[in-house]
Nanobody, 124 residues
Framework: QVQLVESGGGLVQAGDSLRLSCAAS????????MAWFRQAPGMEREFLGC????????IYGDSVKGRFTISRDNAKNTEYLQMTSLKPEDTAVYYC?????????????????WGQGTQVIVSS
């Protein structure tokens, strides 16, 4: 059974940095692409970016390009989201997602596996 578990969320101040982690388990095929999304109250789930199964290629959403960095350590089966220069509008629940087929698509419907989410609150 595939499981994705996010961690690292919390309360930070504007301008701070924060790193989220997503630990994956249960994949029998290691060639799964991973992505990060976030969802603020009353808003649709927003695509932040994704990373290919081998960690070579990343794609970012326009709202976080240049501030957020996605990486992965396949030896640890873990994906990371490094966030810098955080703003109050970055406040949301952050989700990691994984899929064997989906790549670069911003639609949450295209990703089969999801974590439970981790809350990030950025105070001004």
């Amino acid at each position: 059974q595939v499981q994705l578990v996010e961690s690292g969320g919390g309360l930070v101040q504007a301008g701070d940095s924060l790193r989220l982690s997503c630990a994956a388990s249960g994949f029998t095929n290691r060639k799964y692409n991973m992505a990060w999304f976030r969802q603020a109250p009353g808003m649709e789930r927003e695509f932040l970016g994704c990373i290919s199964w081998n960690g070579v290629t990343t794609i970012y959403g326009d709202s976080v390009k240049g501030r957020f960095t996605i990486s992965r350590d396949n030896a640890k089966n873990t994906e990371y989201l490094q966030m810098t220069s955080l703003k109050p509008e970055d406040t949301a629940v952050y989700y990691c997602a994984a899929d064997l087929v989906a790549w670069g698509t911003p639609s949450p419907r295209d990703y089969f596996h999801w974590g439970q989410g981790t809350q990030v609150i950025v105070s001004s």
